[in-house]
């Protein structure tokens, strides 16, 4: 079989990556858990190949991280290295970087060291915490492909606003993470580094289309993540590996610099959101330390509504969903119950209809914005790729149809406000995905997450502390059987608030996911 | 020549008109003024048909109102009464009303007095005020036809969401006023009720497309009016009547139950706002009223910014724009100058730009949506009409082609502030119009006011005091002799702030036009 034009192309985005991996931290593939060993998420610990401290560094929140700098008990640098050593060990179990900044990363950690010394003050709320950072979100002097073969080569003149702001409060970017093609995926498979996998279960998808974020976070490669969500990005990897993720209400976080086919859409705002590996507090960091500067002044379509302090409520419902995250929310509402929220049951309120309208929204071009960059390298198509245009029609949309939808999508909005409103309800607990995570390649079900970017509606994701157990998880008649692929990952469970309620859903996520996870209570689940 | 259908459905709207003026306030023929006299707007005074103390109520602020019902000095229903006598009068003379609701005003007004006898309390910040609303924001149980013969019928199930929050605020609805065809000209005529004239100078427009709003404020019908603007519409009918207009920025204002052609069209948000007669501080009055009830507890797609009190800043700059409204600009800066306030010139920053994709993106579907409602009836395009359409493509544009647009403007409005922010610039004060006010179906001048709406600024439009005087307002080289039609029209200046800065952009407002009118100074050049 020859090689075609766009392996050739292709290749580029591989040497880019291969050529970036620090050399002196590849572990030998003889040290490295045999290719059938599913479950690699606490290699780093019985490696041997992290001393004790960077262990207890990487596995350590971004606060505490940003505590323990600001005491002069930890410098930026050993604290990025640490998380490199790790980053370096996870790419080689999960193939989930696309590009290393080891020099630049440690680099800025010297000169945040630096300033530390000299002034005995950090930069900002985020001094020194090791920041992944998606691949579409633009670096400058790199490449930015966006999963695409055809843009390989395209090189971004500045970092994307988002990143600035990030590194303006202290962050230090050390490596870039891989996503699917055509970023529309709930996996993370492409034609440029291939597909990245699961620290739970390598059989498994880390979810999409921030799957090199869901395994950074799960494998702790970095504090936090930068991904981007029109459906179910940032939280469905957060909840297939065992992590945090928060997807805002569109137009909070800036999204000039971050590249996707078609710019200007509008109907469906995609935004940009944080995942952490550690706690739903990281994630309140991460949007007060971009919001807090204000991003409005240079992005002006975003929303001026400065980051505000809030602390939980105690009122919120919570709907079943089907087995065995039946069991992670039973389980949550029986903890919920005892720790004095009061819980009612949800039922889902035309959720079908907000797939109909999402669903057209995605593709009203009928996805040929996509398809011209595709052909243009004349990559294939994946199959996830097929499935997903399925959803836009054989036509594009006229304008007129595409106003029609807004509208439907503008009412459908306005009522299921109303219904939360008179029901009393204010935040609604409710799955991740129909299991627990995907098998690579499969993941189909995106209405556990897009019917929450159709009402513009901010959602948590945290992990409950439960992993699926066969025995506790039985398969229900007319369920597809999951249990066998299943088995062992981690049940994450999404919290949602209502729109431009962002700080209420984090801190209420706070509580809830404490509860959940028995913290400061009777059981630790796991961790 | 026979009568053509769409005549006979037109009829309709002549009908509902004619059957809504109150008979017994309606001067005989012999007592109003010729109809060769052009300006009419001091009529009320001399006329002797409104007693001393009904003109006093009808020139007093809502601000003023509301404080003389509070302290029992004045009833709703005498309120109410007065403007409803100066309305008929003015529409005798101006043709600016397309439906009088003199039973439910008064009705409503003695269900405010009642309940201030009652309780010693006002309803809310509006208590007892009259105002006018334009045509298309609809009312409940009456027909709304936006200017389009083909929706003569239609009839509303429900007052449109501002109107209920401005009722509940204690608003009182006595007339509805009239709007051009096609809502998209900058004067006020359609094949329904016919043009509306300028209370200054009746051969010149009003102004549109809250043309009927323009002539309402100018006749001090209303003490407030309500308009919308997607170009100009509210800001143009306040500066050609001498009156007071407030564009807010987009997307805070409810927009529920305000009919158009084409709903669902979000690449430039048309927005309801207010005009008042007498005062910027009216203009504030309403904006709170309506802010400080959440509406976006309702209407989903609103931005949830309470609304902000703020003091004025002193800090503006202005740019010169062409005769006769230079030497209103050039007065205007005289005043600032030395009243202590910062001024520099400002150079247009690619106007013709932002024109260029406002102007493409108004009518992205090629004026289908439009010209569909017309064809409908089959009443014939007025010149206005067919001016406005040109702007629009032969075809209409594909989707991409408007997210490209989107994109366009996105750019525009970041490098627009970037450049304010770069000269300490916070306010702009400009003209309205190229002239002090068009002639009747000649008002295509929009980008005075329509490169605020690529920018989503808000702006503020108040009369300086002066007006148009030939032997002071020389006709430029190359610049179209208007001294004839300008002659008597008041001169309106506008000042814009940046996007979602509504509050500081009133507050400044209130400030320039005291300065410029010499309130509280040396000078009052009328009123």
């Known amino acids: 079989m020859s090689v075609q034009n766009w392996e050739i192309r292709a290749r580029r985005a591989k040497d880019i990556l291969l050529n970036s991996v ?46 323990g700098m600001g005491a002069g008990l930890l410098s930026a640098e050993e604290v990025v290295t640490a998380f490199l050593k790790r980053a370096v060990l996870g790419h080689q179990l999960l193939n989930f970087a696309t590009e290393f900044m080891a ?6 950690a010297k000169e945040l060291d630096e300033h530390f010394k000299r002034t005995g003050k950090l930069v900002g709320p985020l001094h020194g915490v090791p920041i992944s950072v998606k691949e579409h979100i633009e670096i400058k002097g790199r490449t930015c492909n966006a999963g695409f073969v055809a843009w390989v080569d395209d090189i971004a003149n500045e970092d994307a606003l988002l990143a600035r702001y ?23 498979d492409n034609n440029l580094t291939g597909p990245t996998r699961n620290p739970y279960n390598r059989t498994l998808s880390p979810g999409g289309s921030s799957g090199g974020e869901g395994a950074s976070m799960g494998f702790k490669c970095a504090a936090l993540g930068v991904g981007t969500d029109i459906g179910g990005s940032i939280r469905a990897p957060a909840g297939f590996c065992g992590a945090y993720g928060f997807r805002p209400t569109a137009l909070r976080i800036p999204a000039t ?62 709907r079943p969903p089907p087995s065995p995250v039946t069991r992670a929310l039973h389980h949550a509402k029986q903890k919920l119950l005892a720790a004095g929220i009061k819980v009612v049951d949800w039922e889902p309120y035309r959720h079908d209809h907000g797939w109909e309208i999402i669903s057209s929204l995605y593709f ?27 959803y836009s029609r054989a036509s594009p949309l ?63 994701v945290f992990p409950t502390g439960l992993i699926v157990d066969p025995a506790l998880d039985p398969v229900d008649d007319g369920y597809r059987p999951r249990s066998e692929v299943d088995a062992r990952a981690p049940i994450g469970l999404q919290l949602v608030g209502k729109r431009f309620k962002d700080e209420e859903t984090l801190a209420a996520a706070g509580l809830v996911s404490d509860i959940v996870q028995g913290k400061g209570g009777d059981i630790r689940c796991r961790l």
Chains 1, 2 share one sequence.
Request: proline fraction near 7%.
């Open 166 to 188: 990030l590194e303006k409060a202290g962050a230090v970017f050390h490596v870039r993470t891989n996503q699917p093609q055509s970023l529309m995926h709930l996996c993370c």
């Open 364 to 390: 009203p071009d009928a996805a040929n914005s996509q398809r011209t960059v595709l052909s243009q390298s004349g990559e294939p198509l994946l199959p996830l790729t097929e499935w997903a245009f399925a």
């Open 257 to 318: 610099g971050i590249k996707v086919p078609g710019p200007g859409q509008e109907s469906i705002h995609g935004t940009a959101g944080p995942l952490a590996s550690q706690s739903v507090e990281d994630l309140d960091l991460f949007q007060r330390a971009v919001i807090d500067q204000e991003p409005w002044e240079t992005e002006t379509s975003l929303v001026p509504l400065p980051w505000r302090r809030v602390k939980a409520t105690k009122d919120m419902t919570m």
């Open 103 to 108: 020099e630049r990363a440690i680099s800025r």
């Open 22 to 67: 620090p050399k002196q931290w590849i572990l030998p593939a003889h040290r490295l858990p045999s290719a059938h060993q599913k479950n690699v998420e606490d290699f780093p610990r019985k490696s041997g190949f992290l001393s004790d401290r960077e262990v207890s560094i990487t596995e350590m929140s971004a606060t505490a991280l940003v505590a």
């Open 398 to 460: 006229t304008i007129p149809e595409n106003w029609a939808l807004n509208c439907q999508r503008d009412a459908y909005r306005d009522a299921y406000h109303a219904l939360m409103k008179s029901r009393g309800v204010d935040f609604i607990l409710c799955p991740v995905y129909v299991g627990a995570a995907a098998v690579t390649g499969e993941a189909q079900y995106w209405n556990y997450t897009a019917v929450w970017n159709i009402l513009d509606y901010p959602g948590v």
